[in-house]
């Protein structure tokens, strides 16, 4: 490993004294690299070892084990007894208290409980983060059908109803971006073939949801349609999973009817022409 540089001593702090500041290794700053620790923690990796944080971080052992030493300082990382790391309390408290989808969630909780209640299949609410869909909240059902996703778990925007309804009212350089692939097949009805997909995103501007029959397992179809904050734009995607069973249409009434309500909660008006795709 090259050599930390040494401190630049530069005028300034206060009274006039002055600060060591280390320059960052390889032109990296510090803060990428904390950034890489923290995203070495994922659903299936929920609690590590130093060695295995520091292989998924791209870091030196020593490295990730100072700066582990740190978050763990603040809060941001916690250590179970067996010495493994995994997130803290305190940062999932800063993330929900400061996040731009509290609102949303606070909005569409109430009418994803009658929605699921009325469907009895998986429930879910996503929201668009780059070329993903993050699925922000989630309602499951005991028996329910197969479903891959997860609170705070994301998935290709062209593999999904939710990630669809995103992925069609998106910016055009979004879209384009999408469709100039790779498109990789999840499952055998998987939607891979560019111009395909094109026209399946228009019909999903026109008709105001979107049915993706097995395009993630073969046994299962989800249904979505999309929520509106209140300036007209699309926010968020609401959809269930149901079976793939033929009758999985049958849901769509009660799916864009959900979505309008929370579109409401959200500031949405009435007799808006956006409510009635």
């Known amino acids: 490993m090259a050599p930390v540089p040494p401190p630049v001593w530069t005028p300034g702090g206060a009274g006039g004294h002055t600060a060591a ?11 990428s690299r904390v950034v890489r620790v923290l995203e070495a923690f994922d659903p299936e990796h ?20 100072r700066m582990v030493d740190g978050l763990v300082e603040h809060g941001w990382l916690e250590r179970d007894p ?8 305190r ?33 879910q609410l996503g929201v668009l983060q780059g ?3 993050l699925f922000v909240e989630r309602l499951s059902a005991r028996g329910a ?16 109803s939710s ?18 692939g790779p498109l990789r097949a999840h499952a055998a009805e998987t939607v891979t073939d560019p111009r395909r997909l094109r026209s399946l995103l228009a019909e999903v501007r026109r008709s105001g949801y979107a049915l993706a029959r097995g395009f993630i397992d073969g046994e299962t179809a989800a249904v979505a349609a999309p929520v509106r904050d209140s300036t007209g734009a ?35 008006v009435d007799g808006d022409p956006s409510l009635n795709e």
């Open 163 to 180: 990630g669809l309804v995103l992925l069609a009212h998106a910016p055009a350089p979004l879209q384009e971006r999408v469709l100039a």
């Open 46 to 65: 929920r609690a590590l070892r130093i060695s295995e944080v520091a292989r998924r971080a791209g870091l030196h052992v020593a490295t990730a084990s």
């Open 131 to 133: 070329e993903e869909v």
């Open 145 to 160: 059908v197969v479903n891959i996703t997860r609170i705070a778990g994301r998935l290709p925007l062209y593999v999904s």
């Open 21 to 31: 500041v280390v320059r960052p290794v390889n032109g990296e700053s510090v803060l």
């Open 234 to 268: 699309v926010a968020a995607a609401l959809s269930v999973v149901v079976p793939n069973d033929g009758n999985a249409a049958a849901v769509v009434p009660a799916v864009r009817t959900a979505a309008r309500s929370v579109s409401r909660a959200m500031g949405r």
């Open 82 to 89: 067996d010495r493994r790391v995994r997130v803290g309390v």
């Open 91 to 123: 940062m999932w408290e800063l993330a929900t208290r400061s996040s731009p989808a509290l609102g949303l969630r606070e909005a569409a909780r109430p009418v994803m409980e009658d929605l699921h209640a009325v469907v009895g299949q998986h429930t």
